[in-house]
Nanobody, 124 residues
Protein backbone atom coordinates (compact mmCIF):
# COMPACT_ATOMS: atom_id res chain seq x y z
CA UNK A 1 0.00 0.00 0.00
CA UNK A 2 1.40 3.36 -1.04
CA UNK A 3 1.40 5.99 1.68
CA UNK A 4 2.47 9.61 1.64
CA UNK A 5 2.58 11.21 5.07
CA UNK A 6 3.19 14.93 5.45
CA UNK A 7 4.50 16.53 8.61
CA UNK A 8 5.96 19.81 9.81
CA UNK A 9 3.05 22.16 9.33
CA UNK A 10 2.03 24.65 11.97
CA UNK A 11 1.51 28.28 12.88
CA UNK A 12 4.16 30.86 12.06
CA UNK A 13 4.31 34.63 11.91
CA UNK A 14 4.66 36.46 8.62
CA UNK A 15 8.29 36.56 7.57
CA UNK A 16 9.03 33.31 9.34
CA UNK A 17 9.92 29.92 7.96
CA UNK A 18 8.77 26.33 8.10
CA UNK A 19 9.87 23.07 6.56
CA UNK A 20 7.28 20.47 5.68
CA UNK A 21 8.23 16.90 4.90
CA UNK A 22 6.59 14.03 3.08
CA UNK A 23 7.60 10.45 3.78
CA UNK A 24 6.72 7.88 1.13
CA UNK A 25 6.31 4.18 1.70
CA UNK A 26 5.10 1.23 -0.36
CA UNK A 27 6.54 2.50 -3.59
CA UNK A 28 9.83 2.94 -5.46
CA UNK A 29 10.08 6.56 -4.50
CA UNK A 30 13.24 7.28 -6.47
CA UNK A 31 11.48 6.86 -9.83
CA UNK A 32 8.69 9.37 -9.19
CA UNK A 33 8.30 13.05 -9.76
CA UNK A 34 7.25 14.59 -6.47
CA UNK A 35 5.12 17.66 -6.10
CA UNK A 36 3.68 19.96 -3.47
CA UNK A 37 0.26 21.50 -3.87
CA UNK A 38 -1.77 23.64 -1.52
CA UNK A 39 -5.39 24.48 -0.98
CA UNK A 40 -6.58 27.51 0.93
CA UNK A 41 -10.04 27.64 2.42
CA UNK A 42 -12.62 28.28 -0.28
CA UNK A 43 -10.09 28.04 -3.10
CA UNK A 44 -9.01 25.41 -5.58
CA UNK A 45 -5.92 23.32 -5.07
CA UNK A 46 -2.89 24.93 -6.68
CA UNK A 47 0.58 23.86 -7.68
CA UNK A 48 3.44 24.98 -5.45
CA UNK A 49 6.59 23.10 -6.46
CA UNK A 50 7.85 19.87 -7.98
CA UNK A 51 11.09 17.97 -8.28
CA UNK A 52 12.22 15.34 -10.76
CA UNK A 53 13.10 11.81 -9.72
CA UNK A 54 16.81 12.63 -9.80
CA UNK A 55 16.42 15.93 -8.01
CA UNK A 56 18.19 17.70 -10.85
CA UNK A 57 15.11 19.58 -12.04
CA UNK A 58 12.75 21.69 -9.98
CA UNK A 59 9.72 23.77 -10.80
CA UNK A 60 7.98 26.48 -8.79
CA UNK A 61 4.83 28.53 -8.92
CA UNK A 62 5.58 32.19 -9.53
CA UNK A 63 4.03 33.05 -6.18
CA UNK A 64 6.65 31.08 -4.23
CA UNK A 65 9.70 31.38 -6.47
CA UNK A 66 12.67 32.66 -4.53
CA UNK A 67 11.04 31.88 -1.17
CA UNK A 68 10.37 28.14 -1.25
CA UNK A 69 12.81 25.33 -1.99
CA UNK A 70 11.88 21.76 -2.80
CA UNK A 71 14.35 18.93 -2.24
CA UNK A 72 14.36 15.18 -1.88
CA UNK A 73 16.36 12.47 -0.20
CA UNK A 74 15.82 9.24 -2.11
CA UNK A 75 17.68 7.24 0.53
CA UNK A 76 15.10 8.35 3.09
CA UNK A 77 12.11 8.27 0.71
CA UNK A 78 11.35 11.81 1.75
CA UNK A 79 10.65 15.08 -0.02
CA UNK A 80 10.90 18.45 1.67
CA UNK A 81 9.55 21.91 1.13
CA UNK A 82 11.50 24.66 2.83
CA UNK A 83 9.35 27.76 3.10
CA UNK A 84 10.99 31.09 3.90
CA UNK A 85 9.65 34.64 4.07
CA UNK A 86 6.18 33.28 4.62
CA UNK A 87 3.18 35.49 3.93
CA UNK A 88 -0.39 35.26 5.21
CA UNK A 89 -1.46 34.30 1.69
CA UNK A 90 0.65 31.13 2.02
CA UNK A 91 -1.87 29.86 4.57
CA UNK A 92 -3.29 26.59 3.26
CA UNK A 93 -3.30 22.84 3.62
CA UNK A 94 -0.17 21.58 1.91
CA UNK A 95 -0.29 18.24 0.11
CA UNK A 96 2.51 16.19 -1.34
CA UNK A 97 1.92 14.11 -4.42
CA UNK A 98 3.82 11.51 -6.40
CA UNK A 99 3.65 9.95 -9.79
CA UNK A 100 5.69 8.49 -12.64
CA UNK A 101 5.99 9.88 -16.16
CA UNK A 102 4.38 13.22 -15.38
CA UNK A 103 4.20 15.55 -18.36
CA UNK A 104 2.20 18.47 -17.01
CA UNK A 105 4.14 19.16 -13.83
CA UNK A 106 1.61 21.70 -12.57
CA UNK A 107 -1.42 19.53 -13.24
CA UNK A 108 -2.73 17.90 -10.10
CA UNK A 109 -4.57 15.23 -12.10
CA UNK A 110 -1.26 13.80 -13.31
CA UNK A 111 -0.15 12.79 -9.85
CA UNK A 112 -1.26 9.34 -8.86
CA UNK A 113 -0.61 9.33 -5.12
CA UNK A 114 -1.46 11.94 -2.51
CA UNK A 115 -0.88 12.57 1.15
CA UNK A 116 -3.50 13.66 3.63
CA UNK A 117 -2.16 17.20 3.92
CA UNK A 118 -0.64 19.34 6.63
CA UNK A 119 -1.95 22.74 7.72
CA UNK A 120 0.30 25.77 7.40
CA UNK A 121 -1.00 28.98 8.94
CA UNK A 122 0.83 32.28 8.61
CA UNK A 123 -0.32 35.05 10.89
CA UNK A 124 0.08 38.72 10.02
Amino acid sequence: QVQLVESGGGLVQAGGCLRVSCAVSGRTFSSDTMGWFRQAAGKEREFVAAISWSGRRTWYADSVKGRFTISRDNAKNTVYLQMNSLKPEDTAVYYCAAGPDIINIMGSSEYEYWGQGTQVTVSS
